[in-house]
Nanobody, 118 residues
Framework: QVQLVESGGGLVQPGGSLRLSCAAS???????????MGWYRQAAGKQRELVAT???????VYADSVKGRFTISRDNAKNTVYLQMNSLKPEDTAVYYC?????????WGQGTQVTVSS
């Protein structure tokens, strides 16, 4: 089993920045088997969507809507994934969820609210 705990959400003005963190813990065998980690988001009344993912080797994928503004990174020694969000827009407002895939299991964090508003 893997537990994911997010932090770093909050209220920010348009054009501002936030950094999200997600730490994985749990069964060491499952932790070491994590390949891809990522961030998804779900705005009110909308489906959950991909934001960005990163493999253990550092290969990244971004949604078109965040390319050039968001950066995903990962510290394998700390079992932690980060999402640096710059130039935030009101349409980035959503609950952001951390995700990890290990041993054919998909794990989710509890979510952290990001609100972009003046």
């Amino acid at each position: 089993q893997v537990q994911l705990v997010e932090s770093g959400g909050g209220l920010v003005q348009p054009g501002g920045s936030l950094r999200l963190s997600c730490a994985a813990s749990g069964n060491i065998f499952s932790i070491n088997a994590i390949n891809v980690m990522g961030w998804y988001r779900q705005a009110a009344g909308k489906q959950r969507e991909l934001v960005a993912t990163i493999s253990r080797r550092g290969n990244t994928v971004y949604a078109d809507s965040v390319k050039g503004r968001f950066t995903i990174s990962r510290d394998n020694a700390k079992n932690t994934v980060y999402l640096q969000m710059n130039s935030l827009k009101p349409e980035d407002t959503a609950v952001y969820y951390c995700n990890a895939f290990a041993l054919a299991n998909n794990y989710w964090g509890q979510g952290t609210q990001v609100t972009v508003s003046s």
